[in-house]
């Protein structure tokens, strides 16, 4: 079984090789009324560069960083749930935090309809940021969807889709992808024309606050695989979900699934939503088949003003110096990493094929 270490130094030799490449995932992006005011200033500009302070150097060590950008850049008014609109120096934030690819496609995309689905698709073209989920219209979809990324020799490409956009219509010219398995097949043979390495599908799935995937869930993940993508990582649920590795032990190859990565930062309080998970994949090339040779968890947890008493919400891995918080922070933050702990190694075997996809598997084998 690949291990899954916890601080692995951003200078290893998987991360400095030439025939190597990393890819960091974050999760939900969210910008609620509370961060909007925290951010505020005197002069009425807005600025987050505290908020990933903490965690900046990390995401860049990566060389490709994906998130998941759960608000619109919808304009003035900017507001917080259940309509977000976040000030564009949020966006900028994130770029300059390190994020090189963002996910689109999530039930809040439509906050502002398609006037704000094109505002954020222009925003995050304008900041040259790659993203995938949501377009501009047809021909914006066709050209550049699926999302491949060519760095360093290897070839990936991405996919991204949601299970809705609360009930709001999606009407042309806006073009939204959902999970629809027939649309997804089509997607994922166009994503294998392309030749890429690695297929990536990022899924907002899933139901909130629940800690385990449905068996819905787990068997689309399995029917993704099947059809030729690699790994795929999850969003929606708010809270982090188990990570599990599909493949045998046998076989070198393996796929990784992460249910959901919780929030990256936000300003929810409901049980287990104040911090998220951050994986960063490693990849190498070995006798010209890319492989996933190891990959890295780090858990974040957001502190806020009523903690702090800094007047930013401030991102903080789970390796921060603790002299770094307050009492109040120390145990919050330790709450919630102890209960993330159990949640991850409670779903270590959710993978597993059971006795009918087993018996399945053999009789294939038998009639090669």
Not at 216 to 237: R, T
Request: charged share 25%.
């Amino acid at each position: 079984m690949l291990p899954a270490v916890l601080f692995l130094s951003a200078t290893s030799v998987f991360a400095v090789s030439p025939d190597s490449i990393s890819i960091f995932f974050a999760g939900d992006l969210m910008q609620h009324d509370a961060q909007i005011k925290a951010a505020k200033r005197m002069d009425g500009s807005y600025d987050y560069s505290n908020s990933f302070a903490h965690v900046r150097s990390y995401i860049r060590s990566a060389d490709i960083a994906v998130g998941n950008l759960e608000v619109t850049l919808g304009g003035t008014p900017y507001r917080g749930y259940p309509a977000f609109s976040a000030p564009d120096e949020y966006l900028y934030a994130i770029r300059d935090a390190g994020f090189d690819v963002l996910m689109t496609a999530n039930n809040h995309c439509m906050d502002r309809g398609v006037t704000g689905l094109r505002r954020t698709i222009k925003m995050v073209d304008s900041l040259r940021i790659k993203r995938a989920g949501t377009y501009i219209d047809k021909e914006d979809r066709i050209h550049n969807y699926p999302l491949l990324i060519e760095k360093k020799g290897f070839r990936i490409a991405f996919l991204n889709a949601t299970y809705g956009t609360n009930g709001i219509p999606v009407k042309e010219p806006g073009t939204v992808n959902f999970i629809d398995r027939d649309q997804l097949k089509a997607d994922i043979l166009k994503a294998r024309l392309m030749k890429p390495d690695i297929i990536i599908a990022f899924m907002h799935w899933g139901q909130e606050y629940k800690t385990m995937p449905s068996p819905e869930e787990v068997d689309l993940a399995k029917w993704l695989i099947a059809l030729g993508v690699n790994h795929v990582i999850g969003s929606h649920p708010h809270v982090i979900q188990p990570v599990a590795l599909m493949g045998d032990s046998v076989t070198p190859q393996k796929n990784l699934v992460a249910f959901s990565l919780g929030n990256y930062i936000s300003n929810m309080s409901v049980l287990h939503t104040d911090g998220g998970l951050s994986l960063k994949l490693l990849f190498k090339k070995v006798n010209g088949i890319t492989r996933l040779v190891s990959y890295e968890k780090l858990l974040v947890w957001t502190s806020r003003p009523v903690l702090n008493e800094k007047s930013d919400f401030i991102l903080y891995p789970s390796s921060i110096d603790r002299k770094c918080l307050n009492n109040r922070e120390k145990q919050k933050m330790e709450n919630f990493l102890i209960d993330a702990g159990k949640i991850l190694d409670s779903g270590k075997d959710i993978m597993k094929p059971d006795k009918n996809e087993k018996k399945q598997t053999k009789s294939l084998q038998n009639r090669k």
